[in-house]
């Protein structure tokens, strides 16, 4: 079955440490998106790609990075930088078809802070 | 930033009644989408409405979309207790890239629907 596969589910994080989160996909999207998703909240944009070696800027770029380096993978990086991590994450995927698709999802990460 | 603002933020109905939820957004879409997600889950894609469109079904799901007053409604008919999830709106708008583009999504509204 093709889809999105987030790892790992949870995931903590000590002071000063950087933590990657990875997202994987199977249905030969182009565009990958990552969202983050505050307790209550909606989704904020962190960044997204539309092809390999390319990605842009979301709302709420600071403290993260992400790669690009093959069409199925797109691991989001939270840095020290980032002061407050604890939320869940959420990457999804969509392609370029004929008028406007929806996004996949994957079942996220949850990353809290030891 | 948030486009989509649903309305109420939550709410809760007995098995078999309807269920109606409100989103509004603030700048022109292209599409409207709905999005759904049950607990510590990732979301899933319910229906898409493009702007031209005033009304679309999906099984028990209509939705309506009135751009003069950028607000669009979902309405769950005869729900039962598996549709207990949260539901977002979302909104496409022009990535920074050529041919891009990105969702914008709302707060989401937290259905309960009691057996």
């Known amino acids: 079955d093709g889809g999105i596969t987030q790892s790992p589910k949870y995931l903590f994080r000590k002071e000063g440490q950087n933590v990657t989160l990875s997202c994987e996909q199977n249905?030969?999207?182009?565009?990958m998106y990552w969202y983050r998703q505050d307790p209550g909240q909606g989704l904020r944009l962190i960044y997204y790609s539309q092809i390999v070696n390319d990605f842009q800027k979301g709302d709420i770029a600071e403290g993260y990075s992400v790669s690009r380096e093959k069409k199925e993978s797109f691991p989001l990086t939270v840095t020290s930088a980032q002061k407050n991590p604890t939320a869940f994450y959420l990457c999804a995927s969509t392609t370029w078809g004929q008028g406007f698709q929806p996004q996949h999802f994957g079942d996220g990460t949850r990353l809290s802070i030891l | 930033s948030q486009q989509g603002e649903e309305d109420p933020q939550a709410l809760s109905i007995q098995e078999g009644e309807n269920a109606t939820m409100n989103c509004s957004y603030k700048?022109?879409?292209?599409?409207l989408q709905w999005y759904r997600q049950n607990s510590g889950r990732g979301l899933v894609h319910l229906i898409l409405?493009?702007?031209?469109?005033r009304e679309k079904h999906s099984g028990r799901l209509r939705v309506t979309l009135d751009t003069s007053k950028k607000s669009s409604s979902l309405l769950i008919t005869a729900s039962r207790a598996a549709d207990t999830a949260s539901y977002f709106c979302a909104t496409d708008s022009p990535g920074s890239g050529a041919g891009s583009y990105q969702l914008t999504f709302g707060k989401g509204t937290k259905l309960s629907v009691i057996p």
């Open positions: 700048t022109s879409i292209n599409n």
């Open positions: 409405i493009r702007s031209n469109e």
């Open positions: 249905l030969n999207h182009d565009a």
